[in-house]
C-alpha cells in the first residue's frame, strides 16, 4: 500500500467521529477528553507505538456505538429501566461493528479495543464478561480513564464530582473491578500535570504524547 493510501485510510475516521458529534455533543467531547487522558496514561506506561495509536483511535471511537442507540434512551435524563440500561449496553459491540467497517489499517486492533472498554477485571462487565487478563491492557486502561471523565463531567442529571472524589472512586474499584497497577500509574499521571482542568486542544493531544514513562518501585 502506498504510504498517501495508507494515510488517507487513517485519517477517514475523524468523519464518524464528527457523526457522533451530531448525535450526541457530550459523547463527542467525552470522547477527545478520554482520548488525551488515555494517550497519556499509554505514553506513561511505555506502550509500543502500534498500541498506542491503536488505543487512542479506539479511545475517540470508544462510544460510537452510541450512534445505534435510541433518542429516548441516549438522552433520557433520569434513571434508565433495566431494559433500558440493557439497551445501552449494546453500544460496545456496535462500536466494535462499526470500526470493523472502516478503512482503518488497525482496524481489527481498534475494534477490539471498543469491543472489551467495558470489560471488568471482577468478570461482571460487558459484553463477554471477560475477567483478569483477560482483558487486554488497552482496555484497562481506556476503562480507567473512560469512569474517570464520565464522573467529573457534567451531565444535565447529577453534578460533577471532583478529581478527589473520583479517584477515591477509582480507588475503591481497584480492589475488584479495574486494573490496580494502571490505577496507580493513572493517579501519577494526573498528580504532575494540567490533565485535571484540561479543555481538549491540538496543544493537549501532543502533550499528552509527551508525558515521560510512569516509574514503579519494586514493591
Ligand atoms: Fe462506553
Not at 470508544?62 to 438522552?75: A, F, N, P, Q, T
Not at 439497551?87 to 459491540?93: D, N, P, Q, Y
Not at 481498534?110 to 459484553?127: L, T
Request: proline share 5%; hydrophobic share 35%.
Amino acid at each position: 500500500m502506498s504510504a498517501p493510501l495508507m494515510m488517507d485510510q487513517q485519517q477517514a475516521y475523524p468523519s464518524l467521529i464528527t457523526a457522533l458529534c451530531e448525535r450526541n455533543a457530550y459523547t463527542r467531547v467525552h470522547c477527545d477528553r478520554v482520548c488525551i487522558l488515555a494517550t497519556a496514561l499509554g505514553n506513561a506506561l511505555r506502550l509500543r507505538p502500534r498500541d498506542l495509536e491503536a488505543l487512542r483511535i479506539a479511545s475517540q471511537l470508544h462510544d460510537i456505538g452510541k450512534i445505534g442507540i435510541r433518542d429516548e434512551v441516549l438522552l433520557k435524563p433520569g434513571r434508565l429501566t433495566p431494559e433500558e440500561w440493557e439497551e445501552v449496553k449494546t453500544h460496545s459491540i456496535r462500536g466494535e461493528r462499526i470500526v470493523n467497517e472502516t478503512f482503518l489499517t488497525n482496524r481489527t486492533d481498534v475494534a477490539a479495543i471498543v469491543r472489551h472498554h467495558h470489560e471488568s477485571r471482577d468478570g461482571s462487565g460487558y459484553p463477554d464478561g471477560l475477567s483478569g487478563d483477560e482483558i487486554p491492557q488497552s482496555c484497562r486502561i481506556l476503562s480507567i480513564v473512560d469512569k474517570y471523565d464520565a464522573m467529573t463531567s457534567v451531565r444535565v442529571y447529577r453534578n460533577p464530582m471532583s478529581h478527589g472524589e473520583a479517584m477515591a472512586v477509582l480507588h475503591e474499584e481497584s480492589i475488584s473491578k479495574i486494573d490496580p497497577m494502571i490505577f496507580s500509574a493513572f493517579a501519577i499521571v494526573m498528580s504532575r500535570n494540567d490533565l485535571r482542568t484540561m479543555r481538549p486542544q491540538p496543544s493537549h493531544r501532543r502533550a499528552a504524547a509527551r508525558i515521560a514513562p510512569v516509574q514503579y518501585s519494586a514493591d
